[in-house]
């Protein structure tokens, strides 16, 4: 591809031509799943050279229709018709799509974690001569695409030692290496910081300026109505509407309204917290990185959450959020070094998953299908899995009440499953989370840990995840809430703590906070003391 911008191409943060020609058009695409219709009569056109945002709520067919365009769902397996550059196509399987310069990067990120940054782009791809891969000539290739998409790190560099930021744009450089004409995104920045999403999204502008069509798929709406050209909105598996963002009048009220049917009146529920005595207290807590001696990742750590309170956790990817839950929760990550934990006063040990359960202590991670799910397991078998002493009887399980406990859980919290006994791998990443927070309501903690619980989730699931948090909180329960996004803690929380280098380094109450005042704590901790553990 040309480093030069394509003519008629779009250059620096113009929007594309209104009058592009069509590179791609799905036309009454229909996709079936055993017992369920993913997608039903969807159409959309894609025009050259622009980026074209894909949204909808979760399981409404956006991934599901992707996968029918690169073929992971080959031709014969769903009805319907697909153009590309003029010509009817059907793809049976990756390779086959990417033949043509078709390529999608996928949610999940598909790098060997121990292999270089070359041997990432190239796996399946090698430069070869004669049978024999040339590394040398891999290594220069790959430091050319680490140029173009603004990666400055060394090409021989493992993947596990680079951010998730920076493996995005590896993902970028690796559809590059590929001759990619139209590049597929599935939620590009949903586990970037917002440093790193601006980045890519600047990334993306440059690529579009050389003549690259993207599609995106986006549940940061903010994100959508600045970058995209167009915009098509499936609802429920079918083709709601097309928007052209170059026409004007497209802002986040407008895609919401589409998405969900409704205008939303607000983005949080409203919720008045009645607030009791100290619930959950931890004092000096010191952690050691598991494979770096002697670097804290939490260090002398100090906070405490009151029965019936929200209380979030703010700071930038790798302020060492997630490594004070998890070191908390079982220990399981970290070197404990010293620290007390208390609940109701009382000092108490989890050296264990099993002890936290025991004494009340509830963990939702991040990362739902690595650490909080296995995608295996049925939705029943997972929802009482944290809980399962409470439908034992001497040790064997009441079948009755387990069904009748996974199927309340199933309606009270509106998950969109067919039955309690399909894998939880097959429902959307939304319903995944509200089956991991069913898990931990029924296993009834009186500390509820929540690692960005709202990760790659539409706006609508998102206002019902923020009702069951304000519910736990109206039981009594203690909550705490990791977020990247500022706006979600300060329209949920009641308090807010901020992390810097393993520091907690400000408290504030929510309303009293801004962004702005958030994050001069979640960067600068020169003149910020740790915070008071005084009780109001």
């Known amino acids: 591809m040309s480093d030069q911008p394509a003519e008629g191409a779009s250059v620096g943060n113009d929007r594309a031509a209104p009058d592009a020609p069509a590179i791609l058009e799905m036309v009454g695409i229909t996709k079936d799943f055993p017992g369920v219709r993913a997608l039903d009569n969807v159409t959309m056109t894609v025009k050259r050279g622009e980026i074209h945002a894909i949204c909808g709520e979760n399981g409404a067919g956006k991934s599901t229709l992707m996968k029918v ?33 078709i390529v999608i990067i996928h949610q999940e990120l598909a790098l060997i974690p121990e292999l270089s ?31 173009r ?77 600045e970058i995209a050209d167009s915009i098509t909105i499936i609802r429920d598996g079918k083709t709601i509407e097309s928007l052209d963002v170059t026409a004007g009048g497209v802002d986040e009220d407008r895609i919401i309204r589409g998405m969900v049917g409704r205008a ?40 405490y959450v009151r029965k019936g309170e929200i209380v979030g956790f703010a700071g930038l990817m790798g302020a060492g959020r997630t490594e004070l839950a998890r070191s908390i929760f079982g220990r399981t990550y970290g070197t404990y070094i010293s620290g007390q934990l208390l609940i109701n006063g009382e000092e108490i040990t989890i050296p264990s998953v099993a002890s936290a359960i025991a004494h009340g202590v509830a963990y939702v991670p991040e990362d739902r299908k690595v650490l909080g799910l296995n995608l295996l397991d049925n939705v029943k078998d997972t929802i009482v899995s944290a809980g399962i002493r409470q439908i034992s009887k001497r040790t064997v399980i009441d079948a009755e009440a387990e069904v009748q406990a996974a199927e309340a859980y199933r309606k009270s919290m509106n998950i969109k499953a067919t039955s309690i006994n399909v894998n939880v791998g097959t429902l959307s990443g939304g319903n995944q989370q509200k089956v991991v927070l069913a898990k931990w309501m029924f296993a009834q903690p009186s500390l509820a840990i929540l690692d960005e619980p709202t990760r790659g989730i539409d706006v609508g699931a998102k206002y019902e995840i923020y009702g069951l948090i304000n519910r736990l909180a109206d039981q009594g329960k203690g909550v705490v809430m990791i977020s990247s996004e500022l706006p979600e803690l300060l329209g949920v929380c009641d308090r807010i703590y901020t992390v810097f280098e393993g520091r907690i380094t400000g408290e504030m109450n929510a309303a ?4 702005e005042s958030l994050m001069r704590l979640m960067t600068d901790t020169a003149n910020q003391p740790a915070a008071s553990t005084v009780q109001n």
């Open 264 to 303: 939303l009146e607000s983005r949080f529920p409203e919720h008045t917290s009645a607030i009791g005595p100290t619930l959950f207290e931890v004092r000096d807590w010191t952690v050691e990185h598991p494979q770096i001696p002697g670097r804290l990742i939490c260090n002398h750590s100090n906070f």
């Open 512 to 515: 009293d906070a801004t962004q």
């Open 69 to 101: 365009l690169s073929g992971v769902h080959p031709a014969g397996t769903y009805e319907g018709r697909i153009v590309y550059n003029g010509e009817d196509v059907q793809f049976n399987g990756i390779r086959s799509s990417e033949h043509v310069g």
């Open 149 to 225: 998409v603004g990666l400055d790190v060394d090409p021989n560099t493992p993947i596990k030692n680079l951010g998730v930021g920076q493996q995005q744009l590896i993902e970028i450089a690796k559809a590059l290496s590929k001759d990619v004409q139209l590049l597929i995104l599935d939620e590009p920045t949903s586990a970037l910081n917002e440093d790193d999403s601006e980045n890519l999204l600047n990334i993306l502008r440059q690529l579009k300026a050389r003549g690259l069509t993207s599609i995106m798929i986006s549940h940061k709406l903010n994100e959508i109505a």
């Open 117 to 147: 940054v070359t041997e990432n782009i190239f796996l399946g791809n090698e430069v070869a001569s004669y049978g024999v891969i040339d590394w040398v000539k891999a290594g220069r290739l790959a430091a050319g695409l680490l140029e």
